[in-house]
């Protein structure tokens, strides 16, 4: 590691190009760099800190410990879809939510009864049009959320997804030349509701017998 390197909160050495950005007192990144480390927390005492915050009336800050390390902006080049030519554009470096499992489920969640806009930062209305067909047809007319993805799905979800698309039923044909595969298991996610998807999310069956008494995660 360079003696001016830098590593996140959980202890990741950072590339070599955010260093300058992520040092504490950045422009961008001031308060929360990551050569402030937070070691050696546990869920409770985090938990508990948080809470003792939100009760002094500093909710931002209370709030502030239960989201990503953002170690500051860094300007590098990218590949745009659509241009030939790479161009340097200013990114903002968010902590990496995988670091340190071998396995982690995320649930990926749009918020919002209305997801698209037209005009909206180049939103065509004939896109925000079958954005808004959706819109009427998922969890978002019905509860203002819903479920766009599942990283590590529990077996039972992954068996309900295939069951969707299977070519033994007219049914199951008709969706998959209709929709696609993939299409059509994000519909069938975007339609679940809160309880569903949450229960699914914290199914840790296939970890085998006594799973709900280790104490463990998905990760």
């Known amino acids: 590691m360079p003696p001016d390197g830098h590593r996140g909160r959980h202890g990741q050495l950072l590339p070599r190009e955010v260093q300058a950005a992520a040092r504490p ?10 050569g402030v480390r937070r070691e050696g927390h546990q869920a409770r ?3 508990g800190g948080v809470l003792r915050r939100a009760a002094a009336g500093d909710v931002p800050a ?8 953002c170690p500051g902006v860094a300007y590098l080049p990218c590949a745009v879809p659509g241009q030939l030519e790479v161009s340097k554009r200013n990114l903002l470096i968010m902590e990496n939510m995988g670091f340190g499992f071998q396995r982690l489920r995320l649930c990926d969640i ?3 009864e209305a997801t698209a806009v037209a005009n909206w930062k180049g939103k065509s209305w004939l896109s925000a049009l079958g954005n808004h067909l959706v819109d009427e047809r998922t969890n978002s007319v019905s509860e203002g959320f819903r479920l766009e993805g599942m990283t590590q799905p529990p077996p039972a979800l992954q068996a309900k997804l295939q069951a969707v698309t299977q070519e033994d ?3 199951g044909r008709a969706r998959k030349f209709g929709f696609g595969v993939e299409g ?6 975007q339609r679940l509701q809160a309880r569903d998807f949450l229960a699914t999310w914290l199914d840790l069956s296939s970890q085998g017998p006594g799973y709900e008494r280790r104490g463990g995660g998905p990760g």
């Open 25 to 34: 007192g950045a422009a961008a990144g001031a308060g929360r760099g990551p």
């Open 45 to 47: 005492g985090v938990r």
């Open 62 to 69: 209370a709030f502030s410990r239960l989201t990503l390390e």
């Open 110 to 112: 749009k918020i919002g």
């Open 169 to 171: 039923n007219l049914v």
């Open 184 to 189: 059509a298991h994000r519909f069938t996610l």
